[in-house]
């Protein structure tokens, strides 16, 4: 079984258009975050849920919009998507949201390709 | 692959040779370090970490070295397999804050 997935794999959408990204994990994890990973391989946190609870929220414009239905989902909506979304966007979760030596689970990836 | 075109760091090694990845963190008070391995095509793998008490530790193949008086993390990889190759990267937490990622390293193995 998947620990944690997320779909779509492949997003190619027009600028402008509205997507969400889906994230569910099966590890009775408490907490859960989005990571954005540029063409340069970097990975940068975006948002993090505890419980359904926003706890983390970096500088990311307001077009992205996290939504968590229950502990175990977390997804993406994006509004007006720009070129410079594309990326690929990480799910990761966690079993508790502060505790030292957490290991975070990350999905297989969302490629998000604008044009 | 995916790592063409991109400016990380690589590091080629033969094949059963021992690999080092290091790697400079930025944040004094950072108490919990991780090193993730992220294969083509997938998300990061968690593969070892170390608390700020400690100095060195040791998994399967892996072990991690911190020095905190200059702020440095390695990973050393012993007798490196074909399918070590992946870009490897560390990350720093303060406290169970978030996780902030290094640059990541390129890990080439030549059979």
């Known amino acids: 079984d998947t620990a944690v997935s997320q779909t779509p794999k492949y997003l190619v959408t027009q600028m402008g258009n509205d997507k969400s990204i889906k994230c569910e994990q099966n590890?009775?994890?408490?907490?859960m975050y989005w990571y954005k990973q540029d063409s340069k391989k970097f990975l940068k946190i975006m948002f993090s849920?505890?419980?359904?609870?926003?706890?983390i929220n970096e500088t990311v414009p307001n077009r992205f919009s996290p939504k968590s239905p229950d502990k175990a989902h977390l997804n993406l909506h994006i509004n007006s998507l720009e070129l410079g979304d594309s990326a690929v966007y990480f799910c990761a979760s966690t079993q508790t949201a502060a505790a030292l030596g957490e290991t975070q689970y990350f999905g297989p990836g969302t490629r998000l390709l604008v044009l | 692959g995916e790592s063409v075109g991109l400016h990380l760091p690589t590091l080629s090694v033969q094949e059963g040779d021992n690999s080092i990845i290091n790697c400079a963190y930025s944040n004094s008070a950072s108490d919990y370090f991780i090193w993730y391995k992220q294969e083509s095509g997938k998300g990061p793998q968690f593969i070892i970490d170390?608390?700020?008490?400690?100095d060195k530790r040791q998994g399967q193949r892996v072990t991690v070295l911190l020095n905190k008086t200059v702020k440095h993390l390695s990973l050393q990889i012993a007798a490196t397999q074909p399918g070590d190759s992946a870009v490897y990267f560390c990350a720093e937490s303060e406290y169970g804050n978030k996780l902030v990622f290094g640059a990541g390293t390129i890990l080439r193995v030549k059979s």
């Open positions: 590890l009775g994890h408490d907490t």
């Open positions: 849920y505890n419980n359904k609870e926003l706890i």
């Open positions: 170390i608390r700020s008490n400690m």
